[in-house]
């Protein structure tokens, strides 16, 4: 009977977790290699959340929306969770100069409870102008004031805003392009 030589390739070292990986074909234990991105967009009363894994698509999930922090924390946990998430990309609201602003504070402390609860890393990004940038992408336009209100109530746009802010993060780190 005839042997196979099986290839073994040697991958470069990943720059964020330093970490080099050999794969060969008839090793079983590989360790994880895809990221699983959460981009949110943080507010004190909607949290809009967005999806994307290293294939580079970005796309809105539904908002936590609930009335109190403590249950919007669960539903975010709840996203975590079902997607297996390695990173939450968190939209950090810098002036158009890129000062920070009043509401930094209460983003940083967002973060630090997001750390705290959900032990994954939080990277913080400029979320300059994803709000107008997510009113002109998908999302039917709203034709009354009672319409606007629903849209703002659901947290669609704020969901749509998190999209915006995670392709962004995904398209300056060269991700999926």
């Known amino acids: 009977m005839r042997q196979w030589n099986r290839p073994s390739f040697q991958c470069?070292?990943?720059p964020t977790h330093g970490v080099g990986l050999n794969y060969s074909p008839s090793s079983p234990?590989?360790?994880p290699v895809a990221q699983v991105f959460l981009g949110i967009d943080y507010g004190s009363r909607r949290v809009g959340l967005?999806?994307?894994d290293e294939l580079g698509f970005a796309f809105p999930l539904p908002a936590a929306t609930a009335e109190d922090a403590e249950t919007r924390f669960l539903q975010i946990g709840k996203e975590i969770t079902r997607l297996k998430v390695t990173l939450l990309v968190l939209g950090y609201p810098l002036s158009v100069e890129g000062?920070?602003?009043k509401r930094c504070d209460e983003v940083d402390?967002?973060?630090?409870?997001?750390?705290r609860r959900f032990s994954i890393p939080v990277e913080k990004i400029d979320e300059a102008l994803t709000s107008q940038a997510a009113d002109d992408i998908g999302g039917r336009k709203p034709r009354s004031a009672r319409e606007?209100?629903?849209q703002a109530r659901s947290g669609e746009?704020?969901?749509r805003a998190a999209a915006v802010l995670l392709q962004d993060f995904l398209n300056s780190r060269g991700i999926g392009s």
């Not at 402390?109 to 750390?115: C, N, P, S």
Request: with cysteine; glycine share 0%; hydrophobic share 30%.
């Open 12 to 14: 470069q070292t990943c």
């Open 29 to 31: 234990n590989l360790p």
């Open 50 to 52: 967005s999806h994307a």
């Open 99 to 101: 000062e920070r602003t």
């Open 109 to 115: 402390a967002f973060a630090a409870e997001l750390t």
């Open 148 to 150: 606007r209100q629903d």
């Open 157 to 159: 746009r704020d969901s």
